[in-house]
């Protein structure tokens, strides 16, 4: 091989493990494509609220983490509360709630809320699944 077929050789090789590495970054996001979620910081006192876009029918899947002391977390439908954590503060939680169990609390609009009730920020992510985009 001469100089010139080799720095083309190696060009194409480069763009070729470029566009592979592109694909697998993001390969792991289409796979939760309809899977909602927020990230970001609570002051204390702030609570967010995260809708999901699509209406749940049969089954649905909250989940929350936070870090420092944590937060409060509660999973509404149509704005009632379906479930809470306990008084306090968690670092974690998840709800589901499945026909299939019989653990659906029924058709509407759900939602999960994080509450920061400490003295310090707090870091909180929140997912919310409904119907067949549940992860499993």
């Known amino acids: 091989m001469n100089r010139s077929s080799l720095t083309r050789h ?6 070729a ?6 694909a697998m970054a993001v390969a792991p996001h289409a796979a939760f494509a309809s899977a909602q979620g927020w990230s970001g910081t609570l002051r204390p006192g702030e609570q967010h609220c ?10 649905v899947r ?5 870090t420092g002391s944590g937060a409060r977390f509660k999973v509404t439908r ?9 008084t306090g503060t968690i ?8 026909t299939s169990l019989g653990t659906f609390a029924g058709s509407g609009s759900y939602a999960v809320c994080a509450t920061n009730n400490n003295a310090t920020n707090t870091l909180v992510n929140l997912h919310i699944y409904t119907d067949a985009n549940l992860p499993y």
């Open 10 to 15: 190696a060009g194409r090789t480069a763009f």
């Open 17 to 22: 493990a470029g566009i592979a590495g592109l």
């Open 50 to 59: 995260l809708t999901a876009s699509d209406t749940a029918t049969y089954q």
């Open 62 to 66: 909250a989940d929350g983490q936070a």
């Open 78 to 86: 149509n704005g009632g509360l379906v479930y809470g954590t306990p």
């Open 91 to 98: 670092a974690g939680f998840a709800y589901e709630g499945r």
